[in-house]
């Protein structure tokens, strides 16, 4: 191990634990300043997010949300590409689910389930498709072509919504309401098929198995497929893949296809698992808090799960400060915006401290 460098296990598990512990500190110390109680703010953030089944299912709702999300900043990164377009590409997924639901007719919520997946993720990674394009073809960087198309998406769906999805005589700009036999199992119907009890309020569904099913999958496509070896090796040093071969053009729209697909999935989960209908604020900004949990979980998917659920319990957590204690929200979102700090934009801050302490360890 060199100067400056930290074994893996450290950078992956050591390194974003100290990122959160310093940012709860800090969240203490204001929660402290306004005459509240830390500890109790926390006890109450757990006991509200993993105290009951009511709490996880909340918590499993919205960490299903930016699996998908922080999956699809994960895969782009793994190719150094930064896709910050997983909000744009989510909204659009959505109007895919919302036309394959309202359309067509189908007998069962199963089938309506596979094409409503596929729509989302065909629609995400169309919207993709073109930043991707773009980025390999014109040379107009990533970040600003998804940063606008985030913009589009949101004008494009309101106009859709108002002009031409949404009911006669209606003043909301959302769609009719999806046919029942689209509906998905709520996460307690599935597990009262093995007689394990589970509130019946929260919208968790079987979304949520599907995001699970997705990090296997994207873990599979990166580490064990020759596209993967290609994506991760066009990451580490585009001069040196096209050299052995591999076309830089090929690999930036294969990545932002596939990191556009995951993102419209999201839609599945929110529109057709959620709201049984397409409403404008259907994303409600998991496509950006997707970034930090692709930036905490180190673009790994087992670490992307981790910290979807963390991220999940500060939404569910915060929910309930907000509710039974006189926190103000925007305080509530402050605490968010620390985890998203220091987890992203100052994790070097964090870092370096931790590799000066294994390289003087490893000098003795």
Not at 258 to 279: D, F, H, P, T
Not at 338 to 355: C, S
């Amino acid at each position: 191990m060199s100067r400056g460098r930290i074994p893996h296990w450290a950078d992956v598990t050591l390194v974003p634990l100290t990122s959160v512990v310093l940012a709860f500190i800090i969240s203490g110390i204001l929660i402290w300043a306004i005459g509240e109680s830390p500890w109790g703010a926390l006890k109450l953030m757990v006991e509200g997010a993993f105290g009951s089944s009511y709490g996880w299912g909340y918590t499993l709702y919205y960490a299903t949300n930016f699996i998908f999300t922080g999956l699809a900043v994960a895969v782009a990164f793994q190719a150094r590409l930064f896709n910050i377009g997983g909000e744009g590409q989510a909204l659009v997924g959505g109007l895919g689910v919302a036309l394959v639901c309202l359309y067509i007719p189908w007998p069962h919520w199963s089938l309506a389930l596979i094409a409503a997946s596929l729509g989302a993720a065909v629609f995400g990674a169309g919207w993709a498709l073109i930043p991707g394009y773009l980025q390999a073809r014109r040379g107009s960087h990533i970040v600003i072509t998804t940063i606008m198309f985030n913009f589009i998406a949101a004008s494009l769906l309101g106009y859709v919504l108002v002009n031409v999805l949404r009911q006669q005589g209606s003043q909301d700009p959302s769609s009719p309401r999806f046919p029942s036999d689209t509906a998905l199992p709520k996460l307690h119907e599935i597990l009262g098929v093995f007689g394990i009890p589970f509130s019946t309020v929260p919208p968790v569904n079987i979304s949520l198995l599907i995001a699970v099913a997705m990090c296997f999958a994207v873990w599979f496509m990166l580490w064990r497929t020759r596209l993967g070896y290609q994506i991760r090796a066009f990451g580490e040093s585009e001069p040196a893949a096209e050299y052995a071969g591999i076309s830089p053009v090929r690999i930036t729209i294969y990545v932002m296809l596939i990191s556009g697909g995951l993102a419209g999935l999201m839609a599945v989960n929110s529109v057709m698992g959620e709201q049984q209908r397409l409403v404008l604020n259907a994303v409600e900004g998991a496509g950006f808090i997707g970034i930090a949990v692709a930036l905490m979980g180190r673009n790994h998917p087992l670490g992307v799960f981790l910290a979807a659920v963390l991220f999940g319990f500060l939404y569910q957590g915060g929910a309930e400060l907000a509710l039974w204690t006189g926190i103000p929200r925007e305080l509530i979102v402050v605490i968010q915006a620390l985890v998203i700090l220091f987890t992203g934009a100052l994790d070097n801050m964090v870092r370096i401290p931790i590799a000066r302490l294994f390289a003087l360890r490893g000098a003795r």
